[in-house]
């Protein structure tokens, strides 16, 4: 497992020194949705997207970093999305939360075989939040990374996105429904009985 880890951080560090890919077969990487809204206390997943050009070899192994206000959410974890392990068998790094810094880092996922990448639409990640605080956070991706099968870097373009958390508002239990009725009754009850005295 160690020299996964060593053979993915070895081919992360050959893509910075190639040639990324014509402008013209630059995959979009997108948060989903875009903008989202959600109450304090809640807990919520967000999709990490990709879409690539129709090519013969697309996405062989991917990384990525997302950037979040740590006063309003807290990272809880992420899953494999179903795009890259629809071309084999692959590896997937969940990453590591830093919900004092407001960082998820270094998820990433790769094939294991010698195949071409995938190519098309698809989720990469999901990765679950904590709703701690009102407000507004943006969502943003960064060192962001997508090899094709020879290592290349195919130069990917990011769009992030924003979480509103508004304050919950509180529900009347049942039973405090059901007394605040009754006392609404009695008081009407107590005025049509002082009515009638007064007219009597």
């Known amino acids: 497992m160690k020299s996964i880890h060593l053979n ?3 081919a992360a560090a050959l893509a910075a020194l190639s040639f990324a890919r014509p402008a013209a077969a630059v995959p979009i990487v997108t948060v989903a949705p875009a903008n989202s ?3 304090v206390g809640d807990t919520f997943v967000l999709d990490i997207n990709v879409s690539t050009p129709d090519v013969d070899d697309a996405v062989f192994a991917f990384q990525f970093d997302l950037l979040f206000d740590p006063a309003l ?3 809880v974890g992420a899953t494999e999305g179903s ?3 629809g071309g084999g068998a692959t590896f997937f790094v969940e990453g590591v939360a830093d919900n004092t810094a407001g960082q998820f880092l270094n998820t990433a996922n790769t094939l294991l075989t010698a195949i071409n990448g995938v190519a098309g639409d698809g989720t990469l990640a999901s990765v679950t939040f904590h709703a701690t605080g009102a407000g507004v956070s943006a969502i943003t991706i960064a060192n962001l990374i997508l090899l094709d099968s020879t290592l290349l870097s195919m130069g990917p373009r990011a769009t992030g ?3 509103t958390i508004v ?3 509180p529900v009347p239990e049942p039973a405090s429904a059901a007394l605040m009725g009754i006392g609404l009754i009695a008081l009407i009850g107590l005025w ?3 009515g009638v005295g007064v007219s009597g």
């Open 73 to 75: 959410l807290q990272a």
């Open 167 to 169: 304050s919950a508002a």
């Open 161 to 163: 996105g924003s979480v």
């Open 83 to 85: 795009f890259l392990n």
């Open 8 to 10: 993915f951080a070895l």
């Open 37 to 39: 809204i959600v109450a």
């Open 192 to 194: 049509r009985i002082r």
